[in-house]
């Protein structure tokens, strides 16, 4: 037994160096694990934020073009059929016309609001007493597919519509989901068409863009 006591110091080191070795594995391995884990997490997030901002980018190149070709569209300016009807009847003929469109396309409004003849219009500076103008200002909630289809129902409608502007991002916490800000800036004749001047009953170009 003397003869191997030499050897306990030793056999103690190596015992104690595999013990550390195996504590330090047990202890590094679900740490590597979990990195990898969270690695290809993050990867895979990166590529859905991608893909996702590529629909973005294709849904506002739509919009774009949308907005484009109602700026340059000639459409009637809606015309009250009776007269005496006051402007409060006109806006709320084309404000009602508006809101249905956009419930009609699942589309949900966080807020809303609006201001009668913006001073800085054409159609206000020069044609007050015959034209009713008003701008409808609209937070709201869709998804991609029912943004574009409320932008196209605009679009289609036979009177004309102006958008002022079009703001969109996705929700941080769900980027399928859009948050839009949409101004909208409606026109109505303040009295029947026959009342007008044939001037005023053409079909006119839409304003320059402010």
Not at 2 to 25: C, D, T
Not at 49 to 59: A, G, P, R, T, Y
């Amino acid at each position: 037994m003397e003869k191997y006591r030499r050897y306990y110091g030793v056999m103690a080191f190596v015992g104690a160096a595999l013990l550390l070795i195996f504590v330090s594995y047990k202890m590094v391995v679900p740490k590597i694990t979990e990195l990898t884990t969270l690695t290809t997490t993050i990867n895979s997030k990166q590529k859905e934020v991608s893909d996702l901002e590529q629909k973005l980018n294709i849904v506002k190149t739509k919009i774009k073009k949308i907005k484009d070709s109602i700026t340059g569209s000639q459409k009637k300016i809606y015309y009250p059929v009776e007269s005496d009807l006051g402007n409060d009847t006109l806006f709320f003929t084309l404000y009602n016309d508006v809101i249905e469109m956009v419930h009609a396309n699942s589309v949900k409004i966080k807020s809303i609001d609006y201001a009668s003849n913006p001073e800085s219009d054409e159609f206000v500076r020069f044609g007050k007493d015959i034209y009713f103008v008003c701008d409808v200002n609209m937070e709201i909630v869709s998804n991609y597919i029912n943004l574009g289809k409320l932008i196209q129902d605009i679009y289609q409608y036979p009177y004309y519509i102006r958008i002022n502007s079009l703001s969109v991002k996705p929700y941080e916490k769900d980027k399928k989901i859009l948050l839009s800000n949409l101004s909208l800036r409606l026109y109505a004749h303040t009295a029947p068409e026959e009342q007008n001047s044939s001037a005023l009953t053409e079909e006119v170009p839409a304003p320059a863009a402010q």
